[in-house]
């Protein structure tokens, strides 16, 4: 299993930007996937992005052309870049890896979008 630490969630302004990351406790370089998924208030938790071995993202319709995942190998680190936010957007958004088959989830980061 993988330990994850997300962090940089907050309160914003719609129209602002967030970025937040994903600390693993392993490389993340053997990693086979590495995404984000959120969970509003009453919601069902939902993909927001996610990043496949060789570099494949993904992304869902509600968040393609504002948010970018990214990876910094050296790092051990996932980033979610979020840019022109929309109260919408408010959520917990958790950091999820797949390694040998195995989930792992972190604690999760508030992110509050203010209208």
């Known amino acids: 299993q993988v330990q994850l630490v997300e962090s940089g969630g907050g309160l914003v302004q719609a129209g602002g930007s967030l970025r937040l990351s994903c600390a693993a406790s392993?490389?993340?370089?053997?990693?086979?996937?590495m995404g984000w998924y959120r969970q509003a208030p009453g919601k069902q938790r939902e993909l927001v992005a996610v990043?496949?071995?060789?570099?494949?993202?993904k992304y869902s319709d509600s968040v393609k052309g504002r948010f970018t995942i990214s990876r910094d190998n050296a790092k051990n680190t996932v980033y979610l870049q979020m840019n022109s936010l929309k109260p919408e957007d408010t959520a917990v958004y958790y950091c999820?890896?797949?390694?040998?088959?195995?989930?792992?989830w972190g604690q999760g980061t508030q992110v509050i979008v203010s209208s």
């Open positions: 990043m496949l071995s060789g570099s494949v993202t």
């Open positions: 392993r490389s993340i370089f053997s990693i086979n996937s």
């Open positions: 999820n890896a797949v390694y040998l088959d195995v989930q792992s």
